[in-house]
């Protein structure tokens, strides 16, 4: 155990080991599908320091190269990262009590940083806030790290990087994967995978995307006022 001041980052490297062997691949996928796209290191350190949105970090990718609007950029990052919304909500009491620290917090509440810390059981010598904040750092000083090397490998290596992207979407599966095992309930997932296929048929590959998760959000919000009113519960996700 370190002692001292620096006990709490010490602690916090060890539970973030996961999430840093995880993100350094990740980002290093990211930086090379920008490094491909014409944009430099430079802009992997730059995104991965003001937007770090993970998945939405890859979609960038394909918007840049894209000439899409500005408008239906801002749409696409709010439905793609629309759920850190739901994850702010449970740790809006705790984030508030860390002052300074407060808006960097909710900044940088990935999937990842989100499942650590739900679970984390801080020691008694050690003061939670402190350890919360260095476990949201650290984490994104992995991805920015894995972004830029991604990047610098693809500036000074020449090699085939084409299929890279995908890892974004394995990611995704295994995810998936992972909730629906540890879940009871999946009514979740099935919405989503409904109304995928629905608007995939609907509007073509091109165009479900963002049709399909406003339709899915709606539905989870009815569900979630459903759950919440006084004479009324249904499980979602395994839980009441």
């Not at 709490?8 to 062997?21: D, K, N, S, Y």
């Not at 740790?91 to 940083?113: N, Q, R």
């Not at 904040?133 to 920015?144: E, P």
């Not at 590959?205 to 406003?214: K, Q, S, T, Y």
Request: hydrophobic share 50%; glycine share 8%; with cysteine.
């Amino acid at each position: 155990m370190i002692k001292g001041k620096y006990k709490h980052i010490g602690f916090a490297f060890h539970m973030t080991i996961p999430v840093m062997l995880g993100y350094l691949f990740l980002g290093m996928a990211f930086g090379l599908m920008l490094q491909n796209a014409g944009y430099n290191f430079l802009w992997a350190f730059l995104s991965s320091v003001i937007i770090y949105a993970g998945s939405m970090q890859f979609v960038l990718v394909t918007l840049l190269t894209g000439g899409v609007s500005l408008i239906y950029a801002a749409l696409m990052t709010f439905f793609i990262n629309g759920r850190h919304i739901f994850y702010g909500i449970s740790f809006v009491e705790k984030f508030k009590k860390m002052g300074k620290a407060y808006p960097y917090m909710i900044f940088s509440l990935t999937d990842e940083t989100y499942s650590l810390l739900c679970s984390l059981q801080v020691p008694k010598d050690m003061e939670e806030k402190k350890v919360f904040f260095w476990i949201s750092f650290l984490d994104q000083c992995y991805w920015i790290t894995g972004s830029v090397l991604g990047a610098l490998a693809g500036q000074y290596i020449t090699f085939d990087s084409t299929g890279i992207d995908f890892c974004m979407t394995a990611l995704f599966v295994v995810i998936v994967v992972e909730q629906w095992q540890e879940k009871s309930a999946h009514i979740s997932a099935i919405i989503g995978a409904v109304s995928g296929i629905v608007f995939l048929l609907l509007f073509g590959a091109d165009r479900f995307i963002l049709p399909a998760l406003l339709c899915a959000m709606l539905v989870l919000l009815g569900i979630q006022r459903v759950e919440f009113a006084p004479d009324k519960q249904i499980e979602i996700d395994g839980e009441k």
